[in-house]
DNA sequence: TATTAAGTGGGGTTG
DNA sequence: CAACCCCGCTTAATA
């Protein structure tokens, strides 16, 4: 990996197209060919190119100017005046990150716990194909026996809305001897989301904070043996 | 900015929860208290926070740990060995990045350019509201007389499909003595959205990739001014 | 301040 | 390869 603090323009060209104008930046090559531009704010970087497979170097009074190309892209960076070089051995094989509390461990959870949480809608079937998409949870209502599609999601927005409407219909299409209704389960739903899924007769059902908590304690009375979480 | 590199293991916990196995990779401070740690692949960091208020540092057999706080977030970095250390200035007032060939340009070439390129709709208004959501351009077929709503994207995609056929059926909602069609303006129309779409009797329009060529030069025809950029 | 929509979105999984 | 969907999405514009 190389850093170089330098004062830098760019030109991008590819999927879109951007300029960025000259200022003293951050310039960070790694050894996979990422090529990433950085400001002194925000951990994104402002101009980037991934998959690089060719370079090239035009001096021009004594400015250099070094091109990445890629498939259908290029990046163009001028280096007007170099601050610093560093060149950083990071080693291969980084065991890479793991992560927890993530939708797909909420739907498991809502999953073992949709009949206590609602008292009314008992679980049938996990990614259930509709016909356009599978649906997180496929339920039926314990009263009415009508056949409910539970939309999974940590944030619910219009747009899941729209999402579980689309899965209700493709269902009632696809086995019109059936009833079918649809529900969003989610740790947050917006006011505006609510409103707009009660018109399409989409229940709303709030999933308590709480749930990490109760699933990580689960998980741990499931396996007997001590994790290695646990001795640490 | 701060640039420090060292063997270190990381815990993050906020909207979701990870953790990452000692390596050496590269932490980046930023001045406005984002925090990145890089490996050496990829133009993204594996782990970050964002708008850090608080900091805390403690010390166990000589090794440090340093936790980083907001708002219902810690990330906790364990620097086990640290091998190298970075302090680079950054200036504020970074001029930023310039778009163009944006989805905004692109529909307001197509406002320009519709009839033209179509031979039978002609523009009424943009961002025509639909009672759900504004559609970007309303036309009107000119033989038929139809209304037209028309959502113009990059890359169409069955959703894409739902979406104008929800605005479409809006429209029809709203103004009930009034015809509505739909169509999807795109650079690229994959075959399952164009049959779809066909098969909602949504017409596709694709869009020339020369678009963005004709833009800019309009734009230049229209600044009788020579701009900056011609300069350069 | 909250909401919406675009992004060079990225990245993984499944058919 | 295309389609689909989640992401600790981020980020900018807008009401």
């Known amino acids: 990996m190389k850093i170089i603090i330098s004062d830098l323009s760019v030109k991008y060209s590819g999927r879109g197209e951007s300029t960025l104008p000259r200022h003293k930046r951050m310039l960070l090559i ?8 950085h400001n002194g704010k925000g951990y ?3 101009n980037y ?3 690089t497979s060719g370079f ?4 021009e ?5 070094w091109t990445f190309y890629a498939d259908d892209e290029a990046l163009e960076i001028t280096l007007h ?23 797909d461990q909420l739907q498991e959870w809502l999953y073992e716990n949709l009949e206590k949480l609602t008292g009314k809608y008992r679980v049938r079937a996990r990614e259930y194909e509709t016909g356009d998409g599978p649906v997180d949870i496929l339920a039926e209502n314990i009263e009415t026996e009508v056949n409910v599609a539970v939309e999974v999601k940590r944030i619910a927005a219009p747009e899941t809305v729209a999402q579980i409407v689309r899965y209700v219909d493709a269902l009632k299409e696809f086995y019109p001897d059936r009833k079918f209704e649809g529900v969003i389960a989610a740790l947050e739903i917006k006011d505006k989301t609510f409103d707009l899924a009660r018109r399409r007769g989409i229940e709303c059902v709030v999933i308590p904070a709480s749930w990490s908590e109760d699933y990580a304690f689960n998980k741990a009375m499931k396996n007997s043996e001590p994790t290695l979480f646990d001795i640490l």
């Open 61 to 65: 009074n004594n400015v250099k100017t």
């Open 56 to 59: 090239e170097e035009t001096i």
């Open 49 to 51: 190119m991934m998959r």
């Open 30 to 37: 790694k050894d996979d060919g990422t090529i990433s531009i």
């Open 44 to 46: 994104k970087p402002i």
């Open 81 to 103: 005046e170099i601050y610093e070089e560093h060149i950083i051995d990071l080693p291969d094989g980084d065991p890479g990150l793991t992560r927890s509390r993530t939708e």
